[in-house]
Structures are given as C-alpha cells and as structure tokens.
C-alpha cells in the first residue's frame, strides 16, 4: 500500500477539518465542566474566560448534598441535589437488565426464526418487522397505562417490562447474521445427535460474539440515555435514573433563573461513566460500530 | 457455565434493586409541593414547627420552579401520584377540580370550625367552587417597580409617582429611557442616542408572563380599563380581543423597539432579578414575594416604587395562594392537618417573621410589615397597595387555565416576535380561547 | 397435474411435517420474545387504537367519541404544524449528518487509521442527551452563551440562538448533529474500509485527484452502508423529544414543537390521552406511507461491489 505521505497543501487542510472535528467534538464538554467550576453568583459576569476567574468546587459539592441547603442558595443553587449514586446504581441497573436479558432472549427469537421451521413462522416475522416501522410513542401511552394498571409505577419492574423480554429491531437484526451461519456446521452438530439447545449454546452463540457484542453496546447506550420513559414511570427517588434526576434537576432550579453552574456540574458527572466507558472499552466500542458498517 | 453466571448476575442486580422498602413504623410522610425556592426555609420551618406537635406524620418539601410546576403536576396526577399537599395558583386549580384531582375540604373546614374571617377579605372564597371548597390561603402578593438605586440616581429621575398612557407612555416611558444608556454613555433621551448598542436597559419586562401578564402587561393594561373576563372567579367569556389590551401590548412591545428593553429573543435564559443584578439593566416590574431576593442582593441596591399610574389609577394585581389537598392522597387526616397548620396563624406567624411573603392571615400581614421594618426594608407600599380600595384586581379564574396560558402566551411571544400585531394576534387567541367554553 | 408439480407438492408436504417436529423446540425459543411482543407491542397497539377513539383524560372511564379525534386531527392547525417541523427537522438534522459524516469518513479513511481519534469523534453520541441538551442550551444562551461571545468577539449582533423562531429548530437540529455525527461517520468509515485498496492506487496512478476519486470511487461503492447510515438517522430523528422538552418545550411559536413532543403533551398536560392516541395512530400511518419511499429509495442501494 503506497500511501501518499508527502505534505501537500490537501493533507494540511484535511488535517486541520479533521482536527477541528475532534475540537468540535470535546469543546462543549470542556465548556461545561468550565462552568460547573464557576461561582454560580459570578456567573452573570464571568462567563467569557477560558478559565473562571476563582474556580470552585462548591457546585459539584451542592450537586451531591454535601452543602446545606442555605449555603447552596448562597451559590446560586435551589437547594436541590442529586444522590448521585443511587441514581447511578438505577442507570446501571437499568441498563444492565435490559442488555443482558433483551440480548440473549432476542438471539434464541432470532435464531428460531433463522433456523427453525413451524408453522405461521413468516406471517409472525412478518409482525415483527411491521412492528419495526411503528413509532414507538405508539405503544408508549398505552404501555404507560399498563405499567400504571399493573401498579407497577416507581418500581424496577415497571421501568424495565417493556423492552426487557425484545424489541423487534434486536430480533430482526440477530436474525440476518443467523441466517449467515453456514448450515453444514449446524449440520455436522445434528448428525451427532447434539439437540437445537446444545447447538445454539454451544455452536451457534459462540459464532456470532461479534454482532451480540454490537447489538448489546448500541442497546446499552440507547437504554442509558433513554429519558422520555423513565421520566414517565420512574420519576420516584428510590427508582430514578440519572437522565431523569438531571431533567428533574433542572426543573428544580431556583424559581427565577435556571442554576446554571449546578446544572454543569451535574452533566459533567453525568458524563463520567460515559468517560470511563470511551478510556476502558474503546476499541471494543469503535470495532462493534464499525461492526454494523461493514455488515449494514 | 455462560447461563449460570447470567443467572447470578441476574439475581444480584435484582436483589439490589429491591432495597429500600417501606418505613413499617407507622408513621406517615407527606409531600408537600411548592415552586419558590426563596420560601422553602420558611416552610420548611413550619414543617418543623409541625412535626414536633404531631410526632407520627413527616413533611417531605418538593420544590420545582414554576415554568415546570404545573406540567410536572399534572403528569404526576396521571400517574396517581401526586404530592398529597399542593401549593396552588388560583388561575390553574378549576381545572384539577373539573378532573377530580383535588379534595372537598368543607366538611372539615365546617367541623373543625376554622375561622374565614382571619384571612383578608376575599382570599378564602377565590377557593370555593359549586359549593365545595379546596384550598386554605396561605398569603397574597401585589405588584411594584423595583430599581436599582444608584443608577436611578444617576439619572436623576423621580419614580415615585409616574404616569402612563398607552400612547406616548407618559412620565413612565420617559424615565425609562432616561435611564437607558448606550455603549457610548448617551441616554435615551439625548440626541445621537444609538439603540442598537446599548449597555445599560431601562427596563427588563417580564414578558413570558402566561395569560395574565402579572409582572407587567396585566397590570398596565387593567390601568388602561381592560377587563379579563365577564365574571370572576368563574366567568366564561374572556376579552383578549380588548383594543384597551392591544394597545397596552404594542406599547411593551415598542420598548424593545425603541432600545429601551432587550428585545424578546436575545433575552438571555437567566430572569430578569439576575440581569437587574449585573446592573445590565435599570428597573423592572415585580412582585412582593420578590421583594427579600432583591433587597437582600449583595451585588446592587435595590428600592421599589409604586406601579405607574394608568388613565383608570394605579392598578395591581392581587393574587393569594393556597394549599390543597390531592385527592388521590392516601393520607387524608394527616394532610387535612397539615393544610390546617398553615393556613393556621402559627404557621403564617413563622412565614411573617421570615419576612419572605405577605401571610393571608390580615394579623400576620402586619407581623411581617414590622419584621420588614425591622431588618431595614421598606415595602409598605405592597400593603398600601392592597389596601386601597381601587388599587387592585383579582387574577382571573376559571376552567381550562392551562390551555389559555398557552393560547395566550404563545399569541403574546408573536407580537413580543413581531411575527403578529397585537390586535389580530390577540383577537386570534380570544376566538380560541373563548372556543374552550362553547365545546361545553 | 403435471409429474413437476406433484413432486414439488410432495417437497413441500415433507417440509412441512419436518417443520412440525421444530415446532416445539421453536416454541421453547420463541416463548419470551412472544410473550414481550405480545404483551408490550400488540396488546398495547389493540389498545393505541381503541383509545384514539375514545375521550379519555387517564382519571376517570374512556369514552367511546367515534372518529371526532381524528375529525379534529384534521382541523387542528397544530397538528399539521408539528408534522411540518418534524419534517423540517429531519432534513436538516439528517443532512448534517450524513454530510459531516461522509467528510469526516473519508477525512479519517484517508488520513489516519487511529484509534484514538475515532474514539473521540464518537464520545458526543455517548453523551446522554439531557445532558446534551443542558449544555447546548447554555452554550447557546442569548447572553452569555459562549457561541455568542464569539459572535460579539467577531464583531456581530447575539443571536437567540434557541428562542428566536427562525434559529431555534436549526439550533435544535444542530444540537443533535454535534451528537449523531461522530457516529455516522464511523459506520461511514467501516463500508470504506472494505473497498479495495488497489481501486485508489489505480486512481492514484490515473492522476484522478483526492475529491473525483471520492465522488466517482468511494461514495458509489459505500452505498448500502450510507443507505444503512440514512435509515438509522432518519428513524431516530424522527422520534426527536429529549432535545425540545429540555431546551425550547416546542417554542417559540411552536416553532420547534415536533409531533413527539405535541403528542406528550396532549397526554400529560392536557388530560387528552384520546386524542394523543389519534395523534399518535396518524403519525403511524404518515410513516407507514414514507416507509414505501424508503424501501424504493434501499432498492436503488445495491453496490457496484456485489
């Protein structure tokens, strides 16, 4: 491969679009963690620096409850704050929940449907991917209903029943890499008298890690940042998750101005996991994007 | 072995999403809604005071700012789980009855035999409705102008009896751009005056101010002879289409015009008591339950003055709140005590003395007059307001509050745009509005 | 009947009986997919569909009003607003991305293959996006944002950015550009790695500059992916609601209030589940029709590869 390293003027400005994406890309972020160390007071007018005139850390201390509520006025905050990790444990929960078990009962759906033969297979496929097309605020009011007949409003249950057991899409895109698995493998399996449970455990699951990792990322990265429905069904302290505590955050500002540096300092920690997920798992992250770009 | 460990997994995050069951004590814990921050520790106080007299019930504050309360509310009431006790604004409480949300507290109110009389005049029957009543006032707030004193001074204008007219604006208009001073240090008034480049403001309005333009266009426009609605509380016909109203809007709205207010879109998402508090701007328009957040401001001095007077006199607004109770409750003695408690002198004393509103109760109103006086602030004007026979108007009440603040605010934010005139942006919304009363 | 067809009906009838003997190994792994689909999308889309012809405020009985939601569906001027600004806000949004992730794809493709940059380009879709939202409603605050420092820094008027109704919906849309592009351009990035590399040492060879190489080489060949790409945002876009109920709540004017949102509060502030419902079942159908255009628009995206 004879790639062309001389330094024209192109590569010089490709570099710089590309440089300028990646500033484009972390700036904001930059800028809210800026805030989130101003004084709340001093906001109205320190807010130009790249730096704040006298950094603090009081608005991540209030965020968390570590001030009392008069000395978080005094900074600008309503007195309201976040218990940071209980909300972090419900996103993890959450978001764990849903991965693991969504995944796995999709890949058995997926793989009956790829492999298996009975009757009425292609009319319900047929449902499933009709399903695929509706938007989901659709079944979203009914299935608040539900949840709500159920009395199953501010519980783990509730939260997660709806996309806990599949969502038509994972099924739908498990399938297509089913259908890709040379049958003679499967084959080989049968003729030694392995049953469709063994094969699928052992045979047929080990195959396709790459797309389950894939779908299992984008489906975490979907539920962390989902907030219409945990707003609706779990806005409760002890089931809240971070999208909504931020949200309702937010909506208890102080009643004339929206507390800014508070607001930062809680989307900064919001971020965090977020961070931590980028430094630790990178690669694995970039690759099963990749993963659905080169198989989409 | 994959299963077994999913299994595990499973059983873990589960059994710590299960922590955190009930008290089991017996005890009771209320929520109790309200959206100012400023009153918490007031309240709060009251909580305490509570508690202590009645041991088994807790009083949890829920405070969420205004221009998220009522959607906030009204999702929690679809959930069934609303705050068993709600601060509430007369304007949006029909709506809550015409569902069923909130609860009858005559028989209560008859049986304990709770003395109506101690409140001002005409706060408790705001809350009756159809015979039934659903709330206990807990204070009132009247209208004033609040300036910042240095740069008044500077001006060297006297706000202490303005007039206004819809017209030329009247010595109300001439202060304000007396107060506005461009980037090159030229007034309003001076020639050579440059309104596209100014620093100082004269005035910061408040116009994303719903259907009843409590903060400024309400108050002025009632001072011009406009009418809300045909009866209050509980009319149905409203009067958007009012000339009366129409002029008044388009006068608010030629301030920004004329470089005396910022106009309405570059207004930045922090409220008008941070922008006064920057000195970017001279004087606005406020209500008395602001007066402790601007007095007590440490980055500029502030004074009030009385609204400008309009070709009908001096009108403000005057508007009381109340707490009632959420039907759907499943504490109903403990929250009928709690909103007894506050509407209780005992309650309002401890309100007063924290100077933060004007109880309802008339005693307490003087109580808090004096713990005013006391730390050096003066705001008899609120009360001289209130007290004046013709000083003043009730906020109109009736059903489908909701839906009218957003006909109306969005027909406002077209002219404050100037997408609209205000005549037929303002006629539009009346057909729209009064539309809401003949589907019945 | 002809010898072929009664040997193909015979094929059929042993694929069948064979199909029988699955059948219950299919149920075993069907049963919970089933019974999710069953219980959280059929049952409750009977139900969507019921409620859109009842009157119902979620507090007391539903009842039965006919097709009167869908008549004043049809009359209500917001509706058809909230449509039109979903659709504005689909091409603009869509657009953005796809054209900043081709440029950022092809930037990356043929420039660097690290990591590290690609891992940065992607942290802003990981960002939750209330919190997207919080921090873009605050860069782009009329005052003090820091967007508008750099305009009055150049010299030029602050702009309201999110409460002026003709900024606010490209603001909105941008918002979620910043977010979505980093992502698009790596599946980008991925369909471009499986063209062979010698197709640009020919080109090279030619003398065919970077940018005629791109459009006459790579982008024919990267179709289904960038099909793939446009489907995946579209949809989102679609369902655009966290941004608006955080920065604007559908205003100014109702110029950013989409139809997710419009239908959110037609349930949850205004008392309206019925009419939410109709709401709801209409933008069904409207997608349904749009779905036909999409499916031509997939056909059309075989590549010159396969």
Redesign the interface.
Known sequence: ??R?TRPSI??VV??A??IA??V???F??Y??LR?AITPGRE??AD??GLLPDNPTLINFERVLGLVGREEARAAGGSGAELDFFLYLRNSVVYTGLITVVQTL??A??G???AR????G?DA?FG??VA?L???????L???F??VKELGWLNTYQGLV??????T?FA?FFLRQFFLGIPREVEQAALIDGA???TI?WRVVLPMTKGPLLTLALTTA?WT??D??WPL?VAPGEETRV??AA??IF?RQSPNTSPD?TG??AG?AL??VP??L??VFF??R??DS??????K? | MMKKAFMAATAVLLTASCGGGGAGDGSVTLTYSLWDDAQQGAYQQCADAFQKANPGIRIKIDQHAWDEY??NL??R??SGDAPDVITMQASYYPQFVK???LLDIQPMVQAEKVDLSQYWPGLAELWVKDGKRYGLPKDWDTIAIVYNVDLVKKAGVDLSDLTWNPRDGGSFEKALARLTVDTEGRRGDEPGFDK?NVAVRGIVPELNDGSQGQNGWGDLAVSNGFTFIDKNPFGTRYFYDDPRLAETVTWFKSLSDKGYAT????????GPDAVLNSGKAALGITGSWMIKTYLDSTEQKFAFAPLPKGPQGRKSAFNGLADVIYSGTEHKDAAWKWVKFLGSAECQNIVADSAVVFPAITSATERALAAHEAAGRDVRLFVDQAKDPEGTFLLPVSDHG??INQIVG?AM??VW?G?KDATSALTAANRQVNALFAGE | MTAMTLAKSATRAR??R??????R??????A??????A???????V??AW?SLTDW????EPRFVGLDNYATLVGDPLFWNSLKVTAYYVVLTVGMQIL?GL??AA??H???RS?????????????????TA??????L????G?FN?LLTAAGL????FL???DLALPSVATINA?SGT??TA??????M??VP?QIY?AA?IDGTG?VRTFLSVTLPLIR??L???LVVSLISS??L??TV??TTKG????ATRVI?FY??EQ?????K?GY??AL??S??LV??AL?FVQMRLLRASTSDLT
């Open positions: 491969m004879s062309n192109g590569r490709a570099w679009c590309l994406a990646v484009i890309s972390l904001p972020l800028w809210m805030t906001l109205a807010n130009a009962l999709c058995m759906g793989y009956a449907f298996l033969r009975f009757r297979r319900l449902l499933f399903a097309m509706v938007p989901p605020i659709f079944t009011l009914p299935n209903v539900l029943a709806p996309s806990l057991l599949m038509p099924v049953g469709r449970w699928f990265v962390w940042n907030y219409l609706l971070l999208t931020l949200g937010l800014w607001l930062m989307s919001s971020v977020v961070l997920l980028v990178g690669r992250l970039v994007i990749q993963f659905s770009g080169m989409g | 009522w959607q009204t999702t009431m679809v569902n069923g949300q596209d106009p309405y879109d570059k207004n930045s998402s922090l909701d839906e969005t934010e077209e745009l997408q | 694929a069948r064979r199909g029988h003997g699955d059948g190994t299919a149920l075993g792994f069907l919970p997919v089933f019974l999710g689909f219980v959280f999308y059929l049952y409750p889309a139900r969507g409620y405020n979620l507090l007391s900043g440029l950022l930037l990356l043929r420039l660097t990591l590290v940059l690609r891992s940065l380009l992607l942290v802003p879709w990981l960002v939750p996006s209330v919190t919080l921090l873009w409603m605050w860069l605050d009329a005052n003090l820091f420092h008027d602050n702009q309201g409460t002026s109704p910043w980093g992502y790596l599946l980008l990035y991925a369909g790695l499986l590399p040492e090279a970077e289904p992916i099909a793939f790409a679609f369902q609601f966290d109920a955080v205003g100014p004017v109702n997710y239908i959110y349930a949850f502030t205004h008392f589940m939410a419902s709801a079942l933008l069904v997608l349904g779905t």
